[in-house]
Nanobody, 122 residues
Framework: QVQLVESGGGLVQAGGSLRLSCAAS????????MAWYRQAPGKQRELVAAITSGGTTNYADSVKGRFTISRDNAKNTVYLQMNSLKPEDTAVYYC????????????????WGEGTLVTVSS
């Protein structure tokens, strides 16, 4: 099986920074895209940032210029550096990965972490 474990959430003042990490473990042949989503209270889950295995990135307009997604393929880990945080960034942040478990399996499956809470105070 595969597990995604997030870390790095917490409470920070507006204007501050946090760095989230998400490590994938288990039976993994290849990880395709990895991403961070977030869900604020009473709102739908939304994509924050995504990164392909080759390093191409994509960001939500609301975080462009403030957040940076990166990955370490050797460690099966994705990061989210969050700067200039705003109260509206408060949410549970979820890690996502599209993972191919076996060489003989030609399709990949989606996996989610359990989430880490980020709270930004004004």
């Amino acid at each position: 099986q595969v597990q995604l474990v997030e870390s790095g959430g917490g409470l920070v003042q507006a204007g501050g920074s946090l760095r989230l990490s998400c490590a994938a473990s288990g039976t993994i042949f290849r990880i395709n895209a990895m991403a961070w989503y977030r869900q604020a209270p009473g709102k739908q889950r939304e994509l924050v940032a995504a990164i392909t295995s080759g390093g191409t990135t994509n960001y939500a307009d609301s975080v462009k210029g403030r957040f940076t997604i990166s990955r370490d393929n050797a460690k099966n880990t994705v990061y989210l550096q969050m700067n200039s945080l705003k109260p509206e960034d408060t949410a549970v942040y979820y890690c996502y990965a599209d993972i191919r478990q076996y060489y003989s399996t030609y399709t990949a499956s989606p996996y989610w972490g359990e989430g880490t809470l980020v709270t930004v105070s004004s």
